[in-house]
C-alpha cells in the first residue's frame, strides 16, 4: 500500500472537501518528504518541528513554539 503521506493523495482528499483555499491550511510535521513537500506542492502552508527544514515555510524546536506562529 502507498504512502498516502508521500504522494500526496492524503492532502489533496482534505483540500477537495474543504471550503477554504490550500494557502489558508497549515500542516505541521517533522519530515520534509511526508509532511512538508507534499503539502508544499499542493499550495498549503507548513511548519517543521524539532528541526531546521529549509522548504517549510516556518521551523519551530517544540511544538508549543507553534503557538507564538499562529498569535
Do not use: C, Q
Amino acid at each position: 500500500m502507498p504512502n498516502k503521506k508521500i504522494h500526496g493523495s492524503i492532502f489533496s482528499y482534505f483540500l477537495r472537501i474543504s471550503e477554504y483555499p490550500a494557502h489558508e491550511h497549515v500542516y505541521v510535521g517533522d519530515n520534509l518528504k511526508g509532511d512538508i513537500l507534499p503539502p508544499k506542492s499542493l499550495g498549503m502552508r507548513t511548519i517543521a518541528v524539532g528541526k531546521e527544514i529549509k522548504e517549510a515555510d516556518f521551523s519551530v524546536e517544540k511544538i508549543y513554539d507553534i503557538r507564538k506562529l499562529l498569535l
